[in-house]
C-alpha cells in the first residue's frame, strides 16, 4: 500500500522538475520573427480580423494573406497585446514579454502531455496510470535536443501559435470520440458545451488542422464499416453513435471549406514550385526527418522492440495494437502523400520538416506511449525489470541530450535593454542579434512596425528604430 502511494508521489515531483527546466528553457528562447505581423497587424492580417471566415474571399475571388488563419492570428494578437502588460504587475516589461512567450509554451506542453496520458492510460486524471503514462511521453517533448525533427512546441512563439496550439486543441476534440469508440464512455452535456466552438475554431487556425480532421474523421467512418459484419451501409449508418454525426460531421464540412479558402492564399505566390517538383523534393525531406539526428530512429526502433515484445509474449490487446499501428502507419502515408499539395514555402525547400510533420509526431508518441505503457502494466518477473531499466536509459538520454538553451535570448534581451535606456529615435544593435526576426535588418525603415510594438510593450517611452550593425 505504502508503494502504491510512493510511485505517484515520485511520479508528480519528477513530472514537476521536468516542466520547471522546461519553462526555463523557454523563458530563454529569442522570440524570432512573424509575431510582429499579428500583434501589430499590417494590412493583410487586417483583412484577415475583417473577414474571419474568408466569405469576402470567395466573394471576390481574389488572394489574400492566411484567409483559413484568423483564430491562430486572432490568439496570438489578443495574448500579446494584454498578457505581457498584465505581467508587467509584477516583472519588468522586458521580462514580461519573455514570461508570457515561457508561460503559453509550458501551458500548451503541459495540455499536450496530459491529453497524452488520458489517450494512453484512459484513466482519470492524476491517477496511477495517468502518471505512468505522463512520465512516459514527458521526455519526448525537446525544447533543444532532437527538436529539429521530433519537436513539437516550436521555439518560435508564432509558430507556436500556428501549429501546436490547434492541434493540441484538436486531440482534446476528439479525445471524447475516442474514449466513445475505446470503451463506449458517453460523450455527457458539458462535452457539448466545451467542444462546439471548437467546431468552428479548429478549422480557421492554419494549414494543418483542416487535412488532419479530414482524415480522421474519415479513417473513424472507415473504420466502423470494416468492423461491421454486416455491410449494409443503412445498417451502419444506424450503429454508428449519434455523437460521432454531431461532433464530426460539422467540423469536417467547415474543414473542407478552410482548405477551399486556403486555395486561395496570396502567400509566397511569386516564389512557388510545380506539384511535380515537390513530389520529387519528398523523399529527401523524409530521409532527412528519418536520419537527420538520433532523436527519431531511436524512437522508431523503441516502437520496434515494443511491438516484438508484445507479440512474442502474446499480450492480451497485442491485435488492437497491431490495427493501433496500421492505422497509423495509412494516415502517415496519406497525410505525406497530400503534403505537396499544400503549397510551397522556400523555408520548407524539401516540403517535409518538424512543423508539418507534427501530426505523424504525435502519432508516434501515442504509440510509444501506449506500447511501453502495456508492457509495463502486463510483463512480469525478471523480463519487466529489465525492459523497464531500458526505457529508463532511454528517457533518461532524451532529458540529458536537451538540457541546453539557457542564455539564448541574451543577445536579443541586451538590445531590447539598450533601446530601454537610449533617448535616440534610431537604435544600432549588433550583427547577428535579430530582434523578433529571423535575420539581420540592415535598413531602420523595415523595423517601424516591431519598434512601435516594442513602446506599446513599455520597453521603450517612444519609438525607436533600429537595424544591425554592418
Known sequence: MQKKRIVPFLIIIILTCDFTFSFLQYYNTPLYGDIVVSVWP???????????????????????????????????????RNIPLFLQKFVSPISSVY?????????IQLLFIFTLASYISGDRLFSRKFLIAAIIVEPLFQVYGYW????????????????????????????????LIRSKSKIKVIHYILLSPLIIILPFTGPLTPPVIILISSFIFLAYWLRAKNKNIKEIIRNIPAPVYILLIPISLLSLYSLLLGLFDSSFTSETITLSERFKRLPQGLFSQLFHSPGFPLLILIIGINMHVICRNKFHNREELKKTLIWIGIFAFVYIVLLPFGGY??????????????????????????????????????????????????????????????????????????????????????????????????????????????????????????????
Open 99 to 107: 514570461l508570457a512567450s515561457a508561460l503559453m509554451k509550458i501551458i
Open 148 to 179: 529539429s525533427r521530433m519537436g513539437i512546441v516550436d521555439q518560435s512563439i508564432a509558430y507556436t501559435f500556428f501549429y501546436a496550439l490547434p492541434l493540441v486543441l484538436l486531440m482534446l476534440f476528439f479525445l471524447p470520440v475516442f474514449n
Open 345 to 470: 514555402r522556400p523555408y520548407r525547400f524539401w516540403i517535409i520538416r518538424y512543423d508539418t510533420f507534427i501530426p505523424v509526431n504525435i502519432m508516434l508518441f501515442y504509440f510509444f506511449g501506449v506500447t511501453t505503457f502495456q508492457i509495463i502494466q502486463q510483463a512480469r518477473g525478471e523480463k519487466r525489470k529489465i525492459y523497464i531499466s531500458g526505457i529508463v536509459i532511454y528517457l533518461l538520454l532524451l532529458t540529458v541530450v536537451d538540457f541546453e538553451g539557457f542564455g539564448e535570448n541574451e543577445c536579443e534581451r541586451k538590445a531590447f535593454e539598450k533601446m530601454a535606456l537610449s533617448k535616440e529615435n534610431i537604435v544600432t544593435i549588433p550583427k547577428n542579434c535579430h530582434v523578433m526576426d529571423w535575420h539581420d535588418v540592415s535598413d531602420y525603415n523595415l523595423t517601424k512596425d516591431k519598434a512601435e510594438l516594442i513602446h506599446y510593450w513599455r520597453i521603450t517611452d517612444h519609438t525607436e528604430l533600429f537595424y544591425n550593425e554592418q
Open 42 to 80: 499590417d494590412e493583410h492580417v487586417r483583412k484577415i480580423f475583417n473577414d474571419p471566415l474568408g466569405l469576402q474571399v470567395l466573394k471576390n475571388g481574389e488572394n489574400q494573406f492566411n484567409p483559413n488563419r484568423y483564430f491562430s492570428h486572432m490568439f496570438l494578437y489578443q495574448y500579446f
